[in-house]
């Protein structure tokens, strides 16, 4: 039963795209009669929806835009099986602290996000969601559309482990949870023993293993690689596929939902139809958004006009099927603002911040990048060719040149750069609040 709502969902999740491409106003029309019938559901069943639409006509304009600290408020009276917050998140940590993720509450799966936003958050999903979810991935992911019969073993290296990626597991698929958590030499050792087809991890986790495979002769039978959770620099990227000799697929998946990721033809595409995209654009040039996000097939716990803390560069060029995205920036504490000489507010986003960078320290393993006032920036680097010091502030200065920036003093340091397990790496941090004008 449960392989056939993957196989259903898997089918879905295909022709929704081939429609898309070929017939996008029709996709359009039954993207928004699974909108409308989603949200009549949501309503129904969610006490705080019920409070909030009384008296309102059921458009989504009428839904308020919530953010992770309003999800949080009203978990209780969100989630449609009135669970408690309190008691999910001490059984969530409890899971975290003993690291055994049997996390299930009923049908229920929850867990912990990582935090890198704020306050950790929590996700629900009940099983129906958890199969669908994972027929989705399978069915918009490189090699396993074209390799669909044939068995995979599937390594994630993550932070905490999940009952979804079980869901459908057996024969056909084998799942082998990493925790990222353990001494790495022993991850490697289980993983020598695994022989995975497909890694799946962050991607400097993914540039540990091509480093260890270099230096040890290691390889793997490997059909494809994916990234997830951390931006994904070309750099790194470049590396991965060089090492491994297989394609790499970058996800876009936060707890909001399975928003993106890197189809066949090696775009990056909004998951049009998963999850309903409303941009709030932050240039003039209207290409960077940030998206508000409706997740069209969350019921459990709903994402409903979910304001995500990202950047998402837009691509204009794509006319037909699903909305194709340059790339994610970061998130939007992670690009730097300054006034300009004629005292107007610039901003310089994360691409062009990590290229002064990257483009000047070949060598460079990590790197910190801290706007600490309006006028101030701190470059942490991890390494010892002291010759990067110099170099990297003078790439600074030119990028500071080219946007009429004056006066900014620019400190370089070299610090062994250590990083939180489980945790995404920060690499551009804008601690000033804002640039008045």
């Known amino acids: 039963m449960k392989f056939l709502l993957f196989l259903r969902a898997y089918i879905q999740a295909k022709f929704y795209f081939f429609l898309s491409k070929n017939f ?23 006490e705080y929806y019920k409070e909030i639409l009384e008296g309102k006509e059921l458009k989504l304009e009428n839904f308020p835009i919530i953010d992770k600290e309003l999800m949080l408020k009203e978990f209780d009276k969100m989630n449609t099986r009135k669970l408690n917050l309190e008691k999910m998140t001490q059984k969530a940590l409890k899971a975290e602290e003993t690291r055994i993720f049997s996390n299930k509450e009923g049908d229920i799966t929850y867990g912990l996000s990582s935090g890198t936003s704020g306050n950790r958050g929590i996700f629900l999903l009940d099983e129906k969601e958890s199969i669908k979810w994972l027929g989705a991935v399978f069915a918009k992911l490189g090699h396993l559309r074209k390799n669909f019969f044939k068995p995979k073993r599937i390594a994630f290296f993550m932070r905490a482990n999940s009952n979804l990626y079980q869901s459908v597991g057996g024969f056909y698929f084998k799942f082998k949870f990493f925790d990222i958590f353990r001494n790495f030499d022993y991850n490697v050792k289980e993983l020598n023993d695994f022989k995975p087809t497909i890694i799946i991890g962050q991607p400097s986790i993914l540039k540990l293993l091509a480093e260890y495979s270099i230096k040890n002769d290691k390889k793997y039978p490997l059909i ?76 459990v716990q709903p994402f409903i006009r979910y304001r995500l803390n990202d950047i998402l560069v837009e691509n204009k060029q794509n006319l037909n ?92 340091l070299l610090e062994k750069i250590v990083r939180e397990k489980g945790k995404k790496l920060i690499r551009i941090k804008r601690k000033f609040v804002t640039a008045q004008a």
């Open 24 to 46: 996008y106003g029709l996709f359009k029309k039954i993207q928004e009669k699974k909108l409308n019938s989603h949200l009549e559901y949501i309503v129904k069943n969610s």
């Open 224 to 299: 494809e690689t994916m990234t997830i959770a951390e931006t994904l620099e070309k750099n790194v990227e470049d590396f991965i596929t060089n090492t491994f000799k297989v394609p790499n697929y970058n996800i876009y998946q936060a707890t909001e939902g399975f928003i993106a990721c890197t189809y066949g033809d090696h775009l990056i595409h909004i998951n049009e139809d998963l999850v309903y995209i409303e941009k709030e654009y932050i240039d003039k040039e209207k290409t960077r958004f940030t998206p508000i996000i409706t997740d069209l097939n969350r019921k």
């Open 321 to 412: 099927g699903f909305m194709v995205i340059d790339g994610i920036e970061g998130r939007s504490d992670e690009y730097f603002e300054f006034l300009n000489n004629k005292s107007e507010k610039t901003m310089i986003f994360p691409d062009f911040i990590r290229n002064a960078v990257i483009k000047v320290a070949i060598d460079l393993k990590d790197y910190w990048v801290i706007q600490e006032e309006s006028k101030k920036i701190s470059i942490i680097l991890d390494t010892n060719v002291i010759e990067n010091i110099n170099l990297v502030k003078e790439s600074f200065q030119k990028l500071f040149i080219y946007y009429e920036i004056e006066g900014v003093e620019i400190s370089v």
